[in-house]
């Protein structure tokens, strides 16, 4: 099992900037992939970023240039960089994990973006 616990989502002005943590425990050694997924109110959930075991990363094309992920493993963390965020980034923002045999998730943090 992994246990994984997002922090960091609040309120933000449009073009301002927010860095999501997601804290991992349990049998971390298994996961292959790290994501961010988001999901707005009405909308279907959406994946954002993800990194890999090997450090590859990959993004939304709504999101390139603006939101970078990145790990510390010494740390067991994942953090999502978000810079100059528009109102449309305004979501519940999760944190999720694969292995080989199964997908975890967080339980979210809101990131709302004010025009």
């Known amino acids: 099992q992994v246990q994984l616990v997002e922090s960091g989502g609040g309120l933000v002005q449009a073009g301002g900037s927010l860095r999501l943590s997601c804290a991992y425990s349990g049998s971390i050694f298994s996961i292959n992939v790290r994501a961010w997924h988001r999901q707005a109110p009405g909308k279907q959930r959406e994946l954002v970023a993800t990194i890999t075991r090997g450090g590859s990363t990959n993004y939304a094309d709504s999101v390139k240039g603006r939101f970078t992920i990145s790990r510390d493993n010494a740390k067991k963390m994942v953090y999502l960089q978000m810079n100059s965020l528009k109102p449309e980034d305004t979501a519940v923002y999760y944190c999720?994990?694969?292995?080989?045999?199964?997908?975890?998730w967080g339980q979210g943090t809101q990131v709302t973006v004010s025009s």
């Open positions: 999720a994990a694969s292995s080989s045999w199964s997908d975890y």
